[in-house]
């Protein structure tokens, strides 16, 4: 058996640093916005080179409070990827602005900067770009555009903890880098978890008023807030794997290496390709192929795991039906939906495993 991600092994190396987290804050008796959340936070922080952590409860929680905090709403406009996980859809209509979705570029997963200039209204008020798979998007590009109309760049780097854009890490790129923690990701807690990362003072005081009852002092409540603060257990946690987050890292990038050197070459068998400027961390290795469903069958039968990331854009989810887009309105986005396959990834896989699941893509679309 080759698992989509081996999450026990994580555990068995960093037994030892997990347990003591734990009973690090058992002992200290305090469990929420303490010193641990605190540590993490400067920690994460000098990791991404910002200079501000706001430790919240999830991914989706933290693309959204950004938001609030920059006091977006109904009239405003946030372009995202129609290409993405419906989350970032959600963060932006759960603060009552419109979506305004934007298709990838032609070879790769990524929001296409191009097409944002030409999605840009006077009612266009920031631009959520996502570092999908590992693979930052063009930040540069983004960020010439963002800077010549005033708008606000966030960036979800949920999948994307370590990436770097020439020299300079995901998160640390647009105004505001929203970050999940889940469990599956680069670097992940047990349980949910997120944070933004930023350099504006101002907004990383209002994050922290927002994710405490809109408090800063304990019952004088200044705002309308939200509870959504990363556990002091989660932070210790999250602690224990930084230090190690560059080194997964790179395991990843030699699997990555090595998938692409055995599966060059299959027919009909698309690769991820990675631009020059982009250092991404393979979150997932993703193929295309027209013969998914005959693959995963053949990958399932040999005991290996795979996903579909993802297999409904959100404009044709049931959620957003109301928005009116039907089949055909982003065929860039509905053709990934339809061939992508994201294979057995993750820090801890084995070369020979690798080429396992090489093997059997062969014998199945040669």
């Known amino acids: 058996m080759i698992p989509f991600l081996d999450m026990k092994a994580v555990y068995a190396e960093l037994k030892p640093d997990l347990d003591a987290a734990y009973f690090r804050v058992m002992e200290s008796g305090w469990f929420v916005l303490g ?56 963060a932006v209509t759960a603060v009552g602005a419109k979506v305004v979705a934007v298709e990838p570029t032609p070879g790769g997963p990524n929001i296409d900067p191009d097409r944002i200039a030409a999605a840009i209204t006077p009612r266009t008020r920031a631009i959520m ?69 930023t350099d504006d003072a101002k907004l990383a005081e209002r994050l922290r008023v927002l994710r405490n009852y809109g408090s800063r002092v304990k019952y004088v409540n200044i705002e309308r807030g939200y509870n959504s603060r990363l556990d002091e257990l989660q932070a210790a946690f999250l602690r224990a794997k930084l230090p190690r987050l560059d080194a997964w890292n790179e395991r990843r990038r030699a699997i990555a290496a090595r998938y692409t050197d055995r599966l060059a070459g299959i ?44 297999p409904i854009p959100p404009h044709l989810q049931q959620a957003y039906a109301d928005l ?37 893509i062969r014998a199945t679309l040669s």
């Open 35 to 90: 010193k641990e959340v605190e540590a993490f936070e400067a920690e994460y922080a000098a990791f991404c080179g910002t200079s501000h952590c706001v430790g919240l409860g999830n991914g989706l929680e933290a693309l959204e409070l950004v938001l609030r905090a920059w006091d977006l709403g109904a009239g405003d406009e946030v372009i995202v990827p129609s290409n993405t996980y419906v989350a970032t859809w959600l």
């Open 129 to 197: 770009p996502v570092h999908l798979y590992g693979e930052p998007a063009d930040m540069e590009a983004i960020m010439t555009l963002a800077g010549r109309h005033g708008l606000k760049v966030i960036e979800d780097v949920a999948q994307a903890q370590g990436a770097r854009v020439r020299g300079r890490r995901a998160g640390a790129l647009g105004d505001a880098g929203a970050h999940s923690f889940f469990p599956s990701k680069n670097i992940g807690a047990i349980g949910d978890g997120g944070a933004v990362t």
């Open 267 to 310: 027919p009909g068998l698309g690769l991820p390709r990675a631009p020059q400027w982009a250092e991404p961390v393979w979150h997932l290795y993703v193929v295309r192929t027209g013969k998914r469903a005959e693959l995963v069958k053949a990958l399932d039968k040999a005991g290996i795991g795979t996903l579909i990331h993802y």
């Open 324 to 360: 009116g887009w039907p089949a055909g309105t982003f065929p860039l986005a509905e053709t990934l939906a339809e061939t992508v396959l994201s294979l057995p990834m993750g820090p801890h896989m084995k070369p020979e495993e690798v080429d396992e699941v090489a093997a059997v």
